[in-house]
C-alpha cells in the first residue's frame, strides 16, 4: 500500500507542476486570465494532495 501511495504522490506532483507551470507561462493573457489565475491555485492545491500522499506513504512503511 505505501508503495502505491508513493506512485500516487509522485504522479500527483508531476502533474501539480505541470499545470502550475501552464498557469505560470500564461498568466499574462489577456483573453483568459482569470482562467490562468485558478489553474495555478488548483495546482498549488494538488501539490498539497501530493505532499499528504507522500507523508502517508512514509507512515504506512
Known sequence: MS?????Y???IFIVGV??????????????EKETYKWMRIL?????IIALVC??????IA
Open 18 to 31: 505541470v499545470v502550475f507551470t501552464i498557469g505560470e507561462l500564461n498568466k499574462d493573457n489577456e483573453e
Open 9 to 11: 504522490a509522485a504522479v
Open 43 to 47: 495546482a498549488l492545491i494538488v501539490v
Open 3 to 7: 508503495k502505491l501511495l508513493a506512485i
Open 54 to 59: 507522500a507523508i502517508a506513504s512514509a507512515n
